[in-house]
Protein backbone atom coordinates (compact mmCIF):
# COMPACT_ATOMS: atom_id res chain seq x y z
CA UNK A 1 0.00 0.00 0.00
CA UNK A 2 3.02 2.48 1.18
CA UNK A 3 2.42 5.90 1.69
CA UNK A 4 0.76 8.14 -0.92
CA UNK A 5 2.05 11.51 0.17
CA UNK A 6 5.49 10.26 0.81
CA UNK A 7 5.57 8.63 -2.83
CA UNK A 8 4.47 12.02 -4.42
CA UNK A 9 6.56 13.97 -2.23
CA UNK A 10 9.74 11.60 -3.57
CA UNK A 11 9.36 13.63 -6.50
CA UNK A 12 8.08 16.47 -6.31
CA UNK A 13 3.75 17.21 -6.41
CA UNK A 14 1.86 20.29 -6.19
CA UNK A 15 4.14 23.15 -5.12
CA UNK A 16 6.94 21.28 -4.65
CA UNK A 17 8.78 21.15 -7.78
CA UNK A 18 9.62 17.73 -9.49
CA UNK A 19 13.50 17.00 -7.95
CA UNK A 20 14.32 14.96 -11.26
CA UNK A 21 12.68 17.44 -13.68
CA UNK A 22 15.13 19.88 -11.67
CA UNK A 23 17.91 18.11 -13.32
CA UNK A 24 16.94 15.62 -15.82
CA UNK A 25 17.45 17.64 -18.72
CA UNK A 26 20.22 20.33 -17.39
CA UNK A 27 23.84 20.89 -19.37
CA UNK A 28 26.73 20.21 -17.50
CA UNK A 29 27.88 23.98 -18.53
CA UNK A 30 24.57 24.88 -16.66
CA UNK A 31 25.24 22.58 -13.52
CA UNK A 32 28.54 23.75 -12.68
CA UNK A 33 27.85 27.45 -13.31
CA UNK A 34 28.22 29.30 -9.78
CA UNK A 35 25.83 32.13 -9.58
CA UNK A 36 27.13 35.33 -8.28
CA UNK A 37 25.08 35.55 -4.39
CA UNK A 38 25.21 31.83 -4.52
CA UNK A 39 27.63 29.88 -2.34
CA UNK A 40 27.20 26.22 -4.62
CA UNK A 41 26.56 25.37 -8.32
CA UNK A 42 23.63 23.18 -8.96
CA UNK A 43 25.87 20.20 -9.43
CA UNK A 44 27.54 20.67 -5.73
CA UNK A 45 23.07 20.81 -4.87
CA UNK A 46 22.92 17.11 -6.42
CA UNK A 47 26.35 15.74 -5.02
CA UNK A 48 24.61 17.43 -1.43
CA UNK A 49 21.07 15.66 -1.74
CA UNK A 50 23.00 12.24 -3.21
CA UNK A 51 25.18 12.22 0.12
CA UNK A 52 22.07 12.55 2.44
CA UNK A 53 19.84 10.45 0.47
CA UNK A 54 22.18 7.64 0.70
CA UNK A 55 22.91 8.16 4.11
CA UNK A 56 19.27 8.25 5.09
CA UNK A 57 18.67 4.85 3.00
CA UNK A 58 21.87 3.02 4.34
CA UNK A 59 20.15 4.18 8.18
CA UNK A 60 16.93 2.53 7.29
CA UNK A 61 19.04 -0.60 5.92
CA UNK A 62 20.03 -1.08 9.20
CA UNK A 63 23.62 0.24 8.40
CA UNK A 64 25.26 2.73 10.91
CA UNK A 65 27.12 5.19 8.39
CA UNK A 66 29.55 7.79 9.86
CA UNK A 67 27.59 11.08 10.63
CA UNK A 68 29.75 14.17 9.49
CA UNK A 69 31.72 16.14 12.14
CA UNK A 70 31.23 19.11 9.85
CA UNK A 71 28.67 20.22 7.54
CA UNK A 72 31.01 20.72 4.86
CA UNK A 73 31.69 16.81 4.72
CA UNK A 74 28.43 16.45 3.29
CA UNK A 75 29.10 18.60 -0.30
CA UNK A 76 31.92 17.77 -2.97
CA UNK A 77 35.50 18.27 -2.28
CA UNK A 78 36.17 19.63 -5.60
CA UNK A 79 33.67 23.01 -6.78
CA UNK A 80 33.15 21.01 -10.32
CA UNK A 81 33.11 17.46 -11.37
CA UNK A 82 35.96 17.14 -13.93
CA UNK A 83 34.05 16.44 -17.10
CA UNK A 84 30.47 16.48 -18.40
CA UNK A 85 30.41 12.68 -18.00
CA UNK A 86 30.39 12.93 -14.08
CA UNK A 87 27.59 15.09 -14.48
CA UNK A 88 26.07 12.66 -15.92
CA UNK A 89 26.98 10.33 -13.21
CA UNK A 90 25.52 12.81 -10.57
CA UNK A 91 22.19 13.03 -12.35
CA UNK A 92 22.30 8.97 -12.97
CA UNK A 93 23.16 8.28 -9.16
CA UNK A 94 20.55 10.52 -8.47
CA UNK A 95 17.65 9.36 -10.06
CA UNK A 96 18.49 5.92 -8.41
CA UNK A 97 18.63 7.18 -5.28
CA UNK A 98 14.72 9.21 -5.75
CA UNK A 99 13.90 5.70 -6.69
CA UNK A 100 14.65 3.74 -3.72
CA UNK A 101 12.96 6.32 -2.29
CA UNK A 102 9.99 6.11 -3.72
CA UNK A 103 10.36 2.16 -3.26
CA UNK A 104 10.85 2.58 0.01
CA UNK A 105 7.57 5.10 0.26
CA UNK A 106 5.82 2.38 -1.60
CA UNK A 107 6.21 0.07 1.62
CA UNK A 108 3.24 -1.00 4.00
CA UNK A 109 3.40 0.51 7.14
CA UNK A 110 5.05 -2.60 8.90
CA UNK A 111 7.68 -1.48 6.98
CA UNK A 112 7.80 2.29 7.43
CA UNK A 113 6.69 2.33 11.21
CA UNK A 114 9.63 0.10 12.03
CA UNK A 115 11.88 1.42 14.18
CA UNK A 116 15.06 2.73 13.01
CA UNK A 117 18.25 4.59 14.80
CA UNK A 118 18.87 8.52 13.87
CA UNK A 119 22.44 8.37 14.78
CA UNK A 120 22.61 12.17 13.45
CA UNK A 121 25.07 13.34 16.20
CA UNK A 122 27.73 11.62 17.58
CA UNK A 123 26.66 9.35 20.53
CA UNK A 124 22.93 9.66 19.41
CA UNK A 125 20.54 6.79 19.87
CA UNK A 126 17.01 8.93 18.76
CA UNK A 127 14.66 7.04 18.06
CA UNK A 128 13.00 7.36 14.90
CA UNK A 129 11.28 5.27 11.69
CA UNK A 130 12.13 4.87 8.35
CA UNK A 131 8.22 7.05 7.66
CA UNK A 132 10.19 10.16 9.64
CA UNK A 133 13.65 9.42 8.11
CA UNK A 134 11.56 9.65 4.56
CA UNK A 135 9.97 12.74 5.85
CA UNK A 136 12.95 14.57 6.02
CA UNK A 137 14.70 13.45 3.33
CA UNK A 138 11.76 14.61 1.22
CA UNK A 139 11.60 17.85 2.83
CA UNK A 140 15.58 18.23 2.48
CA UNK A 141 15.20 17.36 -0.80
CA UNK A 142 12.45 20.17 -1.50
CA UNK A 143 14.01 22.77 0.04
CA UNK A 144 17.14 21.91 -2.30
CA UNK A 145 14.89 21.43 -5.00
CA UNK A 146 14.04 25.19 -4.36
CA UNK A 147 17.00 26.13 -4.70
CA UNK A 148 18.48 24.45 -7.59
CA UNK A 149 14.44 26.13 -9.46
CA UNK A 150 15.97 29.49 -8.60
CA UNK A 151 19.54 29.04 -10.01
CA UNK A 152 17.99 27.56 -13.43
CA UNK A 153 15.93 30.46 -13.41
CA UNK A 154 18.78 32.98 -13.21
CA UNK A 155 20.81 31.14 -15.63
CA UNK A 156 17.72 31.06 -17.72
CA UNK A 157 17.26 26.99 -18.38
CA UNK A 158 13.89 27.13 -16.13
CA UNK A 159 11.47 25.81 -16.91
CA UNK A 160 12.81 22.27 -17.07
CA UNK A 161 11.55 20.51 -20.42
CA UNK A 162 8.91 18.42 -18.47
CA UNK A 163 7.69 21.70 -17.20
CA UNK A 164 7.80 23.82 -13.78
CA UNK A 165 5.83 26.69 -12.50
CA UNK A 166 7.04 29.66 -14.01
CA UNK A 167 5.19 32.35 -11.92
Known amino acids: MGDNTLRELVYGQ???ADTLACVEDLPAQVAIRRTEGSPHSIWQIVEHMNYWMDYELRQVAGEHPRYPDQAIESWPEHPQPAADEQWQATVKRFSGLLSSLSALAESDAGVLDRSVVDAHAPGST????????????TAHNSYHAGQIALLRRQSGAWPPQRGGDSW
Do not use: F, V
Open 14 to 16: GAH
Open 126 to 137: RPSTARRMLMQI
